[in-house]
């Protein structure tokens, strides 16, 4: 018998960065998923897009071992497991790998042992993974990916979730650059250490915009919710997350013709979130196709992590 796990990836519609120093942020699940089966085993080994290791101290899948440690310390589980890991999330590109990962290392590993445990606590076991790779993040990825849907989210808050009947459509593009969360965190909060106030400004700024932006989704008003993402971007730009490149694709996307584009996730790199005018999709992303970047279309909301037994 094994458990099976399927956690979506996710996109920061506005807000990231400060979110980690205190602000609002607002992210989608996106329907990308990585598939995680659990199995009882010899001993614990991890074996990811047909990998395998079973040494937990092998650094680049180190994190899932904690995640499967905390939670075998924590519910007196035997660790003996199999994890196998399968993404279709492209890594490092500012979608979440790591976290809809280390979501659906926790919901399989608990399937796989009778245990039903709500999002807030998969999200708090995978932040335990989440932790070894990006040093201190907000948290807003492992819940986004948990719960699925849009969240309007806070450190030490509960997330809430925003409700709008129908869906959304948003563009996602690939700059092609991979880049180091942890890297970037940092570099953003240096600029918090050496200016405290004008931080502490652009984070109410990045906050405002997040609740504005929640509201703008709500009302299915894409051209207010696309103004404000490009001005996020502005406010992003400012405190280094950016890059010469991104600020190039915002640029192109926004003379294609969509209503507001940023950077999404921790920036340097990664990916750009668009909204695009209604019926325009298709013959962006060939355009975009012609240019050398990969894109693809997302209906929001999608559905959060789910198992089941096999
Ligand atoms: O680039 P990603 O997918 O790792 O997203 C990082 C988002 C940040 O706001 C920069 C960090 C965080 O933990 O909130």
């Given at each position: 018998?094994?458990?099976?796990a399927e956690?979506?990836?996710?996109?920061?519609?506005?807000?990231?960065?400060f979110?980690?120093?205190?602000?609002w942020?607002?992210?989608?699940?996106?329907?990308?998923r990585?598939?995680?089966?659990?199995?009882e085993a010899?001993?614990?080994?991890?074996?990811s897009?047909g990998?395998r290791?079973?040494d937990?101290?092998k650094?680049?899948l180190?994190p899932?071992a904690?995640?499967?440690?905390?939670?075998s310390d924590?519910?007196?589980?035997?660790?003996?497991?199999?994890i196998?890991i399968?993404?279709?999330?492209?890594?490092?590109?500012?979608?979440?790998?790591?976290?809809a990962?280390?979501v659906?290392?926790?919901?399989?590993l608990?399937?796989?042992?009778?245990?039903?445990?709500?999002?807030s606590e998969?999200?708090?076991?995978a932040?335990?993974g989440?932790?070894?790779?990006h040093?201190?993040?907000?948290?807003i990825?492992?819940?986004v990916?948990?719960t699925?849907?849009?969240?309007?989210?806070?450190?030490?808050e509960e997330?809430?979730?925003v409700?709008?009947?129908?869906?959304?459509?948003?563009?996602?593009v690939?700059?092609?650059?991979?880049?180091?969360?942890?890297?970037?965190?940092?570099?953003v909060s240096?600029?918090?250490?050496?200016y405290?106030?004008?931080?502490?400004?652009?984070?109410?700024?990045?906050?405002f915009?997040?609740?504005?932006?929640a509201?703008?989704?709500v009302?299915?008003?894409?051209?207010?919710?696309g103004r404000?993402l490009?001005y996020?971007?502005?406010?992003?730009?400012t405190v280094?997350?950016?890059t010469?490149?991104?600020?190039?694709?915002?640029?192109?996307?926004?003379a294609?013709?969509?209503?507001?584009?940023?950077l999404?996730g921790?920036?340097?790199?990664g990916s750009?979130?668009a909204i695009?005018?209604e019926?325009?999709?298709?013959?962006?992303?060939?355009e975009?196709?012609?240019?050398?970047?990969?894109s693809?279309?997302?209906?929001?909301?999608?559905?959060g992590?789910?198992?089941?037994?096999?």
């Amino acid at each position: 018998m094994k458990a099976v796990a399927e956690a979506p990836c996710k996109a920061i519609i506005t807000g990231e960065h400060f979110v980690v120093h205190g602000a609002w942020a607002l992210a989608a699940a996106v329907e990308r998923r990585v598939r995680v089966e659990a199995s009882e085993a010899d001993e614990m080994a991890i074996e990811s897009d047909g990998h395998r290791t079973n040494d937990s101290s092998k650094k680049r899948l180190a994190p899932v071992a904690r995640v499967v440690t905390k939670i075998s310390d924590e519910l007196r589980f035997n660790p003996r497991v199999l994890i196998r890991i399968t993404s279709r999330v492209p890594e490092s590109s500012g979608l979440g790998s790591s976290a809809a990962t280390m979501v659906a290392v926790a919901s399989a590993l608990t399937k796989l042992k009778g245990v039903e445990l709500d999002a807030s606590e998969i999200s708090r076991y995978a932040m335990t993974g989440e932790t070894a790779i990006h040093g201190r993040p907000s948290g807003i990825d492992v819940n986004v990916c948990a719960t699925g849907g849009v969240i309007l989210y806070k450190m030490g808050e509960e997330a809430k979730r925003v409700k709008f009947a129908g869906s959304r459509r948003f563009l996602i593009v690939q700059s092609g650059t991979k880049r180091s969360t942890r890297i970037l965190i940092d570099r953003v909060s240096r600029m918090n250490v050496k200016y405290p106030g004008l931080f502490a400004g652009l984070a109410n700024s990045a906050s405002f915009i997040s609740e504005l932006a929640a509201t703008r989704l709500v009302n299915g008003d894409m051209q207010e919710l696309g103004r404000l993402l490009t001005y996020n971007h502005a406010v992003l730009s400012t405190v280094g997350a950016s890059t010469p490149k991104l600020d190039r694709l915002v640029d192109l996307l926004l003379a294609l013709g969509c209503y507001g584009a940023k950077l999404t996730g921790a920036g340097g790199g990664g990916s750009v979130f668009a909204i695009p005018r209604e019926g325009s999709t298709d013959a962006l992303i060939a355009e975009l196709k012609l240019r050398g970047y990969e894109s693809f279309q997302t209906n929001v909301p999608c559905e959060g992590v789910k198992s089941w037994l096999q």
